[in-house]
């Protein structure tokens, strides 16, 4: 089958027909309402047999150009287990063949897939790092933000020059990032600062600093978008001081409920991913429950995995 497939830039006019390649996530795809912002910012393709769009994959350099990281991959159901994105990643492979500067491959990916094809992955890929993520959901009318107190002065959001000296801190970098990467939104950068420009096209990151000033000991990166009359918020956090992650949770509250005010949302969904080595998680969690969100115990998405692989020996 995959020998029919036909491979090709993906356009805007192709957007219906990616979008009907199924439905993911149960109802928290990102797809539909970033698919314009990928085509600006990945090297998105789609694969057609018979004029039927049956798969698509996003990618881009980052690491100043050493790394491709994929940005979506999604194969039609009917069409998988056909080598269908086989054949989609050697197409983007070979895009890349002459460029001599590329070095690795990386991809996130989640609990539920590794269970169903971690063995497969292993193979190709080495583990890098593991996150938390825990998922929050609520209704408009039960959001009461105005239920919690803030310091609007303890967390600061930060600039690309804030995040360069983070970079360069030997030091925060060794606590704020296990793994020596940085995985906003799921998409991962090695701690470099020709990455900044990229990570802070679209993302918002804060920071909090410790007594004396001297350096940042937490941070947090978010982001937000439309799921039709759902409000998508992502927050991911970098730092495992639980008390320092509150203030933290505490702003973006704030922040969200500017959102809300703004838009005509009827729930609101978060996102929340955190490191494995964070103690007393309820610290910060319980400040969701607070102002009437809650928890989701039975959404099966639990970690995020970031996976690499040196292209040079592979």
């Not at 993911?24 to 990102?30: A, K, T």
């Not at 918002?204 to 009359?229: A, E, I, M, R």
């Not at 928890?295 to 099966?300: F, L, V």
């Amino acid at each position: 089958m995959a020998d029919r497939l036909v491979i090709r830039q993906a356009t805007l006019e192709d957007y219906q027909g990616v979008m009907d390649i199924g439905k993911v996530y149960h109802g928290r795809d990102y797809l539909p309402a970033m698919y314009g912002t990928y085509l600006k910012k990945f090297n998105c393709y789609v694969g057609e047999i018979d004029g039927e769009i049956v798969a698509f994959h996003g990618d881009r350099l980052v690491d100043g150009g050493a790394t491709i990281a994929t940005a979506a991959a999604r194969v039609k159901e009917s069409y998988q287990g056909h080598g269908i994105l086989g054949a989609m990643l050697k197409y983007v492979y070979d895009s890349y063949k002459h460029v001599t500067s590329v070095k690795y491959e990386t991809m996130t990916t989640n609990n539920v897939n590794i269970g169903v094809n971690g063995e497969r992955i292993k193979r190709k890929f080495t583990q890098i790092l593991e996150r938390v993520y825990v998922e929050i959901i609520g209704e408009v009318g039960d959001f009461k933000p105005d239920a919690i107190e803030y310091d609007q002065l303890k967390v600061q959001e930060l600039s690309s020059e804030n995040l360069k000296d983070i970079f360069e801190s030997k030091d925060m970098c060794s606590k704020l990032f296990p793994g020596e990467r940085i995985v906003p939104n799921w998409y991962p950068y090695r701690l470099l600062p020709e990455n900044i420009p990229l990570m802070m096209d679209g993302l918002k990151f804060w920071g909090t600093k410790c007594s004396d000033q001297s350096k940042y000991t937490t941070l947090t990166v978010t982001d937000h978008f439309n799921l039709g009359k759902r409000l998508m918020f992502k927050l991911c956090v970098y730092g495992n001081e639980s008390t320092d992650i509150k203030h933290h949770v505490v702003k973006h509250i704030h922040n969200l409920n500017i959102l809300v005010k703004n838009g005509t949302y009827k729930s609101i969904m978060i996102h929340v991913s955190h490191q494995l080595d964070v103690q007393d998680t309820g610290t910060f969690l319980s400040v969701f429950e607070k102002c009437g969100l809650n928890i989701c115990d039975h959404w099966p998405i639990n970690r995020m995995i970031l996976f690499g692989r040196n292209m040079q020996v592979c």
